[in-house]
Nanobody, 116 residues
Framework: QVQLLESGGGLVQPGESLRLSCVASGIIFSTYWMHWYRQAPGKQREWVAALTDGGDTNYRDSVEGRFTISRDNAKNTVFLQMNRLKPEDTAVYYC??????????WGQGTQVTVSS
């Protein structure tokens, strides 16, 4: 059974940082591309960042330079370091493990709230 478990969300003030973690089980983690998505209230889920099995990264424009995605294959974990957080970063953050269209898995999400 595949499980993805996110943690690390919380309430922070603008300009502060958070580090999200997502631990995967039931997959050969090192072979998957890992993604972070987010969904704000009343909005569609949007892609945030990607990290390939080869270590290449990509970010949506609004988080480029502030967020960093990384992985520890030995611990089956992907991270999202979020710096200089803004109120518009408030959302539920989800990790996604993607191998192909038939092997794509989601976590349950972790809430990030940025507010003064």
């Amino acid at each position: 059974q595949v499980q993805l478990l996110e943690s690390g969300g919380g309430l922070v003030q603008p300009g502060e940082s958070l580090r999200l973690s997502c631990v995967a089980s039931g997959i050969i983690f090192s072979t998957y591309w890992m993604h972070w998505y987010r969904q704000a209230p009343g909005k569609q889920r949007e892609w945030v960042a990607a990290l390939t099995d080869g270590g290449d990264t990509n970010y949506r424009d609004s988080v480029e330079g502030r967020f960093t995605i990384s992985r520890d294959n030995a611990k089956n974990t992907v991270f999202l370091q979020m710096n200089r957080l803004k109120p518009e970063d408030t959302a539920v953050y989800y990790c996604n493990a993607y191998l192909n269209s038939r092997n794509s898995y989601w976590g349950q999400g972790t809430q990030v709230t940025v507010s003064s």
